[in-house]
C-alpha cells in the first residue's frame, strides 16, 4: 500500500521597501498565490500562518491577523501586513518571512533584504498597499499602542508556570525594553508576582482583572508563545552545539553557550506545557521540534525522569499521531541509555499502532529498531529476523532511503554472525541504491562497512582503498555544499548520519573507559575523526579527549611516569593540532584539562575560547608563544615545574578574556614579553621562583599583584605596564615598592622585613641542620599560618589541613642535608611543599560532597578558623564582612557558594540531592547566588575599605 502526499504549489507575493529610515514605520504586505489549478483538498481553502521576523534590528507588529486563506480558485482572502520600525542606526539587516500550515508544519522562510539608513530615497520611502482583499472585508487597523493592562489578557492565556521578559516581548509583539517596562507596571501594581530573580506569575489581583478573553484572542497568544518557545529553543541548541542548521532568531539571542544553556534550563517546564499544547492541537511539527529541543538538553544535563515523564503522557493520548511521536521518541532515548526492555516495549506499542492505520513505513521503522535492540543485547539471529522483515516491509513503499537504512543494518547482523560475504552483497546494494539517490553520506557510510568486511576476510588492500574513499567522502560532507537548492523529496546528506556519528561518539567514550590499552587506541583515534569532521560533535570529541588526560592524570600519582606516557602525549598532540587558530569558521576550541599532570606542551600560534589548567602541573617546557585567548583563561594553581632549567612562554600572548594566575607557581624562568592582557588579569599570591619578565604589548586592562611571592630582588621587571602603578583597584605585594631604572625599566625592590630577616631564616636552617632543638621556634610561628591557609585553600578539612601542616615542617627538617645551602626563598618553597602535600592528600582520600547536610553547619561552625592568618593580612574585617554577608543569604545560596569554595571539584549529583534542586539549575542558581553575594559585599564599607 502506498501513501500519498496532498500538495499545493504556491508562491508568495511580497511588497516592502528595500530601504528604511531608523525610526520610522514602514508597511510590509504579504500575499500568496496558486501556481497551477490543482486542488487536491476538499476543503475550499487553505491557511497559512506568516511570521515576520526581525530583531534585534527592526521592530515588528503585525495589522490584523498574521494569516493568508487561500481558495481553491488561486488567489486568497486578502494580505497580511505587518508594520516594520528599524531600531539601528545604519546597514544592512534583512527581515525573515516564514511561512507554516494550520497544523504547524513549516513550509519555507525567504530573506528579505533591508538596507537601514538615516535618510532613505524618496522613491522607496512609501509601500504601496492594495484595496481590500477579495473578500471585501474592511481594512485591518493599526493596534493601539500596547498598555500593561493589555497585556494582561495576553499572559492569562500563557499555560506554563511561570514566565520571563523574553516570553512578555512575543506574546505582546514588543521589544525586550518595552516588555520590561510593562512587567515593571504590572509589577509596581501587584498584578504579577516575581517568584525570583527575572521569573514572573500572575498574581491574585492580575487574575482578578481579566476579563473574558477571546477565544481566538487566547489561541493566538498560545501560538506567539510556542513558536517563541519552539525558536528560541532551536536557537540555543545551535549555539550550544553548532549543526550548521539555518535557525531563525526570535525576540532573543545568546552571546554565549553559558546564556543558551541557562536559557534551556528556567525554559524547561513551559517547553514541555508547550509541546503537549502543540500535540494536543494536532500541530505535530511543533510538538516534534519542541520534543527534539527538550530530550538534548534533558538528557546532556542528565534529567531523564522528566523527559520520560512528559512522553508517557503524551503516548496516553487518544490521537495516533500524538502517540506515535511520544512512543518512538521514548524509545529513542531509552535505546539511547542502554535501557532496552523499556526501548522495546516502547516499539512494540509503535508497531501496533502501525498496523492498526496501516502505516507500512512506520512499521519497518520500528522494526528495525528492534533488530538494534536484540543486536546490543547480543542476540544477533534474532536481530536478523528483525531487519529481514524490515526489509520486506520496506520493499513495499516508496521510500527508498528506508530500505538503504535496512541494508545496512541488515548486513551490521550478518557480520556479527560471521556471514561476511552475504553481509558484503547487503553493505555493495545499499552504496549501490545509495548512489542513485546521491546520498553522499550514506555512500560514505555503506563503503566504511564495505571496508571494514574486506580487511575481515583478508582483502586488505581493498580494504584500504575504500577506507581511503569513505574517509575522502566524510571530508567532502564537512564542507558546505556548493549547490543548497533542493526539492522538498530530495534526501539532506548527513540527517541520519548525525544519528550513527552519535552513536560512533558514545562507543568511542566507552572505549576510553575500559582500561584495555588497546580499545581506548581506537576510541582516541574516533574522536580525533569525529573532531575533525562532524562539526557539531567537535567541541563534545574534545571534551572527551581533555577528560582522558585529567583522568589519567588522577589515576597515576608518579608525576615522572606520567609525564612520559605516550598515550597521554599523543592525545596532548591531538589537542595541540585541533586548536590551532587555521580556519576563521571554525570556533575557538574550549579546553579543561585542569588538574593535570603535563609533559612538555607546544601550544604555539594555538586559538582557545575557554582555557583552563587549573591545578595542572607543567613537568617541561610549556610554550604558550601567540596563543590567543578568547575567553577566559585559567590558571590558578597551576604549577610550572621545571627541574632542568625549564621555561614558562607566553611570548606575543594575547589575552582577550580576563585571565587568573592567582597562587600559580612558577618554579622556572617567566616570560610575559610582549602580552597583551584586554581584560582584568591576576596574579593573586603567585609565587615567580626565579626571573619573571613583563613587557606589554597592544592595550592592557587591570593587572593585579596583590601578595605575589618573588625570590630574589628586583627578580620582577615591569616594562610598559603603566596600569600597575599603585591606585585604588590594585596594591604592590606587602613589603614591594615600584623604583625604575634607565637599563631595566619598572621593577620590584623589597622594603627590609619586620619578621624574621632572609639572614634569620638561613641561620635557623643552618642551626636546625647542625641539631639545635629550638632552631626552628621562630620561623615555624611566622610561616605556620600561610602553610594552614595554603591546605585549607586546597579543599582539605581541619584535620586533613593539620597533617598537612606537620608533613611540611617534616619535609623541611628532612631536606635540610641537602636543600640547606640552595634554599633561596623558604617562604616560596613552603608554599609549593603545602600544595603538592594537599594535593596528594586529596587525591589519596578522593573527596567527594559529604552524604549529609552536617558538613555544611561544620563549615558554618569554622568561619573563625582562620582568623589570626587573616589579621596578619590586615584582612579581618574583609574576611568577617564575607561570613557576614553569607549569613544574609538563603540556605541554599549559602551552602552552595560554600560547596563552591571548599571542594575541589564537587559531585554535582550530591550536591543537587542533598539541596533539593534539581541538576540543571546548580549553574543558573550558583550564578544567581554569587551576584547576591557580589553586590551585599559591594554595599559593605568594611569589605571595600
Keep these: 500500500m502506498t501513501s500519498t502526499t496532498a500538495m499545493i504549489r504556491i508562491e508568495p507575493l511580497v511588497r516592502w521597501p528595500r530601504h528604511m529610515t531608523s525610526g520610522q514605520a514602514h508597511l510590509v504586505e504579504v500575499d500568496l498565490r496558486l501556481l497551477d489549478e490543482h486542488w487536491p483538498y476538499e476543503n475550499e481553502e487553505f491557511t497559512f500562518h506568516v511570521?515576520?521576523?526581525?530583531?534585534?534590528?527592526?521592530?515588528?507588529?503585525?495589522?490584523?491577523?498574521?494569516?493568508?486563506?487561500?481558495?481553491?480558485?488561486?488567489?486568497?482572502?486578502?494580505?497580511?501586513?505587518?508594520?516594520?520600525?528599524?531600531?539601528?542606526?545604519?546597514?544592512?539587516?534583512?527581515?525573515?518571512?516564514?511561512?507554516?500550515?494550520?497544523?504547524?508544519?513549516?513550509?519555507?522562510?525567504?530573506?528579505?533584504?533591508?538596507?537601514?539608513?538615516?535618510?532613505?530615497?524618496?522613491?522607496?520611502?512609501?509601500?504601496?498597499?492594495?484595496?481590500?482583499?477579495?473578500?471585501?472585508?474592511?481594512?485591518?487597523?493599526?493596534?493601539?499602542?500596547?498598555?500593561?493592562?493589555?497585556?494582561?489578557?495576553?499572559?492569562?492565556?500563557?499555560?506554563?508556570?511561570?514566565?520571563?521578559?523574553?516570553?512578555?516581548?512575543?506574546?505582546?509583539?514588543?521589544?525586550?525594553?518595552?516588555?520590561?517596562?510593562?512587567?515593571?507596571?504590572?509589577?509596581?501594581?501587584?498584578?504579577?508576582?516575581?517568584?525570583?530573580?527575572?521569573?514572573?506569575?500572575?498574581?491574585?489581583?492580575?487574575?482578578?482583572?481579566?476579563?473574558?478573553?477571546?477565544?481566538?484572542?487566547?489561541?493566538?497568544?498560545?501560538?506567539?508563545?510556542?513558536?517563541?518557545?519552539?525558536?528560541?529553543?532551536?536557537?540555543?541548541?545551535?549555539?550550544?552545539?553548532?549543526?550548521?542548521?539555518?535557525?531563525?532568531?526570535?525576540?532573543?539571542?545568546?552571546?554565549?553557550?553559558?546564556?543558551?544553556?541557562?536559557?534551556?534550563?528556567?525554559?524547561?517546564?513551559?517547553?514541555?506545557?508547550y509541546a503537549s499544547l502543540a500535540a494536543e492541537n494536532g500541530w505535530m511539527e511543533h510538538a516534534r521540534e519542541l520534543l527534539q529541543v527538550l530530550s538534548q538538553h534533558l538528557l546532556d544535563t542528565g534529567h531523564h525522569e522528566t523527559f520520560f515523564r512528559l512522553c508517557r503522557r503524551m503516548a496516553n493520548a487518544s490521537d495516533h499521531e500524538v502517540k506515535d511521536l511520544a512512543l518512538n521518541e521514548l524509545?529513542?532515548?531509552?535505546l539511547e541509555l542502554g535501557r532496552y526492555l523499556e526501548a522495546m516495549e516502547c516499539l512494540n506499542r509503535v508497531r501496533e499502532l502501525e498496523a492498526s492505520s496501516a502505516g507500512i513505513a512506520g512499521h519497518a521503522e520500528a522494526l528495525n529498531k528492534l533488530g538494534v535492540v536484540h543486536s546490543r543485547l547480543g542476540q544477533h539471529e534474532r536481530a536478523y529476523e528483525f531487519h529481514q522483515r524490515a526489509l520486506e516491509f520496506a520493499r513495499g513503499t516508496e521510500n527508498r532511503l528506508l530500505i538503504v537504512d535496512t541494508c545496512v543494518q541488515l548486513g551490521i547482523s550478518l557480520v556479527s554472525q560471521g556471514r561476511l560475504q552475504e553481509a558484503l552483497a547487503r553493505f555493495a546494494h545499499a552504496r549501490d541504491l545509495s548512489e542513485e539517490l546521491n546520498d553522499q553520506y550514506r555512500v560514505a557510510l555503506s563503503t566504511e562497512h564495505l571496508a571494514q568486511v574486506h580487511a575481515?576476510?583478508?582483502?586488505?588492500?581493498?580494504?584500504?582503498?575504500?577506507?581511503?574513499?569513505?574517509?575522502?567522502?566524510?571530508?567532502?560532507?564537512?564542507?558546505?555544499?556548493?549547490?543548497?537548492?533542493?526539492?522538498?523529496?530530495?534526501?539532506?546528506?548527513?540527517?541520519?548520519?548525525?544519528?550513527?556519528?552519535?552513536?560512533?561518539?558514545?562507543?568511542?567514550?566507552?572505549?576510553?573507559?575500559?582500561?584495555?590499552?588497546?580499545?581506548?587506541?581506537?576510541?582516541?583515534?574516533?574522536?580525533?575523526t569525529l573532531a575533525r569532521q562532524v562539526k557539531q560533535l567537535r567541541q563534545t570529541a574534545v571534551d572527551e579527549l581533555c577528560r582522558y588526560v585529567r583522568e589519567f592524570s588522577e589515576r597515576e600519582t608518579n608525576t615522572a611516569k606520567s609525564s612520559h606516557h605516550g598515550r597521554v602525549r599523543h592525545v596532548l598532540d591531538i589537542l595541540v593540532d585541533l586548536s590551532h587558530a587555521t580556519d576563521a569558521n571554525v570556533e575557538p576550541t574550549n579546553i579543561d584539562l585542569s588538574g593535570a599532570v603535563l609533559p612538555q606542551v607546544d601550544f604555539t600560534d594555538c586559538r582557545f575560547g575557554y582555557a583552563s589548567f587549573n591545578r595542572a602541573v607543567f613537568t617541561r617546557q610549556a610554550n604558550f608563544t601567540n596563543v590567543v585567548f578568547d575567553g577566559p583563561a585559567q590558571f590558578s594553581d597551576t604549577m610550572f615545574e621545571f627541574p632542568d632549567a625549564g621555561s614558562a612562554v607566553f611570548t606575543s600572548a594575547k589575552f582577550q578574556g580576563a585571565a587568573d594566575f592567582s597562587r600559580a607557581e612558577f618554579n622556572g624562568r617567566a616570560s610575559f614579553l610582549s602580552v597583551s592582557f584586554l581584560d582584568e588579569v591576576i596574579f593573586r599570591d603567585a609565587n615567580f621562583m626565579a626571573a619573571a619578565l613583563f613587557t606589554g604589548g597592544?592595550?592592557?586592562?587591570?593587572?593585579?599583584?596583590?601578595?605575589?611571592?618573588?625570590?630574589?630582588?628586583?627578580?620582577?621587571?615591569?616594562?610598559?605596564?603603566?596600569?600597575?602603578?599603585?591606585?585604588?583597584?590594585?596594591?604592590?605585594?606587602?613589603?614591594?615598592?615600584?623604583?625604575?631604572?634607565?637599563?631595566?625599566?619598572?621593577?620590584?625592590?623589597?622594603?627590609?622585613?619586620?619578621?624574621?630577616?632572609?639572614?634569620?631564616?638561613?641561620?635557623?636552617l643552618a642551626l636546625a641542620?647542625?641539631?639545635?632543638?629550638?632552631?626552628?621556634?621562630?620561623?615555624?610561628?611566622?610561616?605556620?599560618?600561610?602553610?594552614?591557609?595554603?591546605?585549607?585553600?586546597?579543599?582539605?578539612?581541619?584535620?586533613?589541613?593539620?597533617?598537612?601542616?606537620?608533613?611540611?615542617?617534616?619535609?623541611?627538617?628532612?631536606?635540610?642535608?641537602?636543600?640547606?645551602?640552595?634554599?633561596?626563598?623558604?617562604?616560596?618553597?613552603?608554599?609549593?611543599?603545602?600544595?603538592?602535600?594537599?594535593?596528594?592528600?586529596?587525591?589519596?582520600?578522593?573527596?567527594?560532597?559529604?552524604?549529609?547536610?552536617?558538613?555544611?553547619?561544620?563549615?558554618?561552625?569554622?568561619?573563625?578558623?582562620?582568623?589570626?592568618?587573616?589579621?596578619?593580612?590586615?584582612?579581618?574585617?574583609?574576611?568577617?564582612?564575607?561570613?557576614?554577608?553569607?549569613?544574609?543569604?538563603?540556605?541554599?545560596?549559602?551552602?552552595?557558594?560554600?560547596?563552591?569554595?571548599?571542594?575541589?571539584?564537587?559531585?554535582?549529583?550530591?550536591?543537587?540531592?542533598?539541596?533539593?534542586?534539581?541538576?540543571?539549575?546548580?549553574?543558573?542558581?550558583?550564578?544567581r547566588c554569587l551576584a547576591h553575594l557580589r553586590r551585599l559585599l559591594q554595599e559593605n564599607s568594611d569589605f571595600n575599605d
Excluded at 876 to 902: E, F, G, K
Aim: glycine content about 8%; hydrophobic content about 40%; charged content about 25%.
Design 51 to 273: 511570521l515576520l521576523a526581525g530583531m534585534p534590528f527592526h521592530e515588528v507588529r503585525t495589522v490584523g491577523p498574521p494569516e493568508i486563506v487561500v481558495h481553491r480558485f488561486g488567489g486568497s482572502y486578502g494580505s497580511c501586513r505587518f508594520v516594520v520600525t528599524p531600531t539601528v542606526a545604519s546597514g544592512d539587516h534583512p527581515l525573515a518571512l516564514s511561512l507554516e500550515t494550520d497544523g504547524g508544519a513549516h513550509v519555507t522562510t525567504i530573506e528579505l533584504p533591508v538596507h537601514v539608513a538615516a535618510e532613505t530615497r524618496d522613491e522607496v520611502r512609501e509601500a504601496v498597499v492594495p484595496a481590500a482583499g477579495r473578500s471585501g472585508r474592511a481594512e485591518h487597523r493599526a493596534n493601539p499602542a500596547v498598555t500593561a493592562r493589555s497585556v494582561v489578557p495576553l499572559l492569562a492565556a500563557h499555560i506554563g508556570p511561570d514566565f520571563s521578559t523574553d516570553a512578555v516581548a512575543a506574546v505582546a509583539g514588543v521589544d525586550l525594553p518595552t516588555a520590561g517596562r510593562l512587567l515593571a507596571e504590572l509589577a509596581a501594581d501587584g498584578s504579577v508576582d516575581e517568584s525570583r530573580d527575572a521569573r514572573y506569575s500572575l498574581s491574585p489581583k492580575g487574575r482578578g482583572r481579566i476579563e473574558t478573553t477571546p477565544a481566538d484572542l487566547r489561541d493566538a497568544a498560545r501560538r506567539r508563545l510556542l513558536d517563541h518557545y519552539r525558536q528560541t529553543g532551536q536557537l540555543a541548541l545551535e549555539i550550544m552545539a553548532p549543526r550548521g542548521v539555518s535557525v531563525v532568531q526570535g525576540v532573543i539571542g545568546f552571546r554565549d553557550r553559558s546564556a543558551a544553556r541557562d536559557w534551556l534550563d528556567e525554559e524547561t517546564s513551559n517547553m514541555a506545557a
Design 331 to 334: 524509545a529513542d532515548t531509552y
Design 456 to 528: 575481515a576476510l583478508g582483502n586488505v588492500d581493498n580494504g584500504r582503498e575504500l577506507w581511503a574513499e569513505a574517509a575522502q567522502r566524510y571530508r567532502s560532507l564537512a564542507r558546505p555544499p556548493t549547490d543548497t537548492s533542493r526539492s522538498d523529496t530530495e534526501p539532506v546528506p548527513g540527517v541520519a548520519g548525525r544519528v550513527s556519528d552519535e552513536r560512533r561518539l558514545t562507543e568511542a567514550i566507552e572505549q576510553l573507559a575500559s582500561g584495555r590499552r588497546a580499545e581506548q587506541d581506537v576510541g582516541i583515534q574516533t574522536l580525533e
Design 769 to 927: 641542620h647542625m641539631g639545635e632543638p629550638d632552631a626552628l621556634d621562630e620561623v615555624i610561628a611566622e610561616y605556620s599560618p600561610l602553610v594552614w591557609r595554603v591546605a585549607r585553600g586546597q579543599g582539605l578539612d581541619r584535620s586533613m589541613a593539620e597533617d598537612v601542616v606537620q608533613a611540611t615542617w617534616m619535609r623541611l627538617v628532612q631536606s635540610l642535608p641537602r636543600d640547606v645551602q640552595n634554599l633561596k626563598n623558604l617562604q616560596g618553597w613552603l608554599t609549593s611543599s603545602a600544595k603538592r602535600e594537599a594535593w596528594k592528600r586529596a587525591r589519596q582520600a578522593r573527596l567527594e560532597i559529604p552524604s549529609s547536610l552536617e558538613w555544611f553547619e561544620d563549615l558554618r561552625s569554622s568561619e573563625n578558623v582562620e582568623d589570626d592568618v587573616a589579621d596578619r593580612m590586615n584582612t579581618a574585617p574583609r574576611y568577617q564582612a564575607i561570613w557576614a554577608a553569607l549569613n544574609q543569604m538563603s540556605d541554599v545560596c549559602r551552602a552552595l557558594i560554600q560547596v563552591i569554595a571548599y571542594t575541589d571539584r564537587p559531585d554535582y549529583d550530591a550536591v543537587a540531592r542533598q539541596l533539593g534542586i534539581a541538576r540543571g539549575s546548580i549553574g543558573p542558581t550558583r550564578g
Design 698 to 764: 597592544s592595550g592592557h586592562g587591570a593587572v593585579r599583584f596583590d601578595d605575589v611571592i618573588i625570590a630574589e630582588p628586583e627578580s620582577l621587571r615591569l616594562e610598559d605596564f603603566e596600569v600597575l602603578q599603585p591606585s585604588a583597584a590594585h596594591r604592590w605585594p606587602v613589603g614591594w615598592s615600584p623604583y625604575t631604572t634607565a637599563n631595566e625599566g619598572l621593577s620590584l625592590r623589597r622594603a627590609p622585613e619586620a619578621g624574621v630577616s632572609r639572614a634569620d631564616e638561613r641561620l635557623a
